[in-house]
Nanobody, 122 residues
Framework: QVRLVESGGGLEQAGGSLRLSCAVS????????MGWFRQTPGKEREFVAA????????YYADSVKGRFAISRDNAKNTVYLQMNNLKPEDTAVYYC???????????????WGQGTQVTVSS
């Protein structure tokens, strides 16, 4: 059974930092690209960042470029999202996902976590 479990969300002030983690089990982690998406009520799931299976290529949404960093530890089957200089508009439920390619759309991913809430106060 494939499981993706996010952690690290919470309440943070604008300008602060949070680090999200996503622990993966049930698949060969180092053969999957990983992505982070976010969603707010009434809106579609939005691409945040993605990383290739080996970690050599990373991709970011323009809205987070320069503030967020995606990384992975294949020995720990875990992907991370370091979020710095947080803004109130970063408030959302954040999801990690695993797929064959480090794409920017939800259809590129086969497996999803349950999400973790990030709230940024002004």
């Amino acid at each position: 059974q494939v499981r993706l479990v996010e952690s690290g969300g919470g309440l943070e002030q604008a300008g602060g930092s949070l680090r999200l983690s996503c622990a993966v089990s049930g698949l060969t982690f180092n053969t999957y690209a990983m992505g982070w998406f976010r969603q707010t009520p009434g809106k579609e799931r939005e691409f945040v960042a993605a990383i290739s299976w080996g970690g050599g290529r990373t991709y970011y949404a323009d809205s987070v470029k320069g503030r967020f960093a995606i990384s992975r530890d294949n020995a720990k089957n875990t992907v991370y999202l370091q979020m710095n200089n947080l803004k109130p508009e970063d408030t959302a439920v954040y999801y990690c996902a695993a797929g064959a390619v480090a794409g920017r759309g939800p259809p590129d991913y086969n497996y999803w976590g349950q999400g973790t809430q990030v709230t940024v106060s002004s």
